[in-house]
């Protein structure tokens, strides 16, 4: 997936698009806005945040 959201991060700057974040909604690559992304609060996933905490060294 990080490629995938890589890739397209790479293609919306080409495009000309700005002032967007790259993400996965239901496994499929979206362009959303920085206004509506600061907007919605997610709770983190504890699973992923430990694992990240593990492989940080």
């Known amino acids: 997936?990080?490629?995938?959201?890589g890739n397209a991060a790479v293609e919306a700057l080409l495009d000309?698009?700005?002032s967007v974040?790259?993400?996965?909604q239901?496994?499929?690559?979206?362009?959303?806005p920085f206004r509506k992304a600061?907007?919605?609060h997610k709770r983190l996933?504890?699973?992923?945040?430990d694992i990240?905490?593990?492989?940080n060294v």
């Open 1 to 5: 997936n990080a490629s995938r959201l």
């Open 16 to 18: 000309g698009q700005q």
């Open 21 to 24: 974040m790259v993400g996965l």
């Open 26 to 32: 239901s496994d499929e690559i979206v362009l959303v």
């Open 38 to 40: 600061i907007k919605q």
């Open 45 to 49: 996933n504890q699973h992923l945040v």
């Open 52 to 55: 990240i905490d593990i492989l």
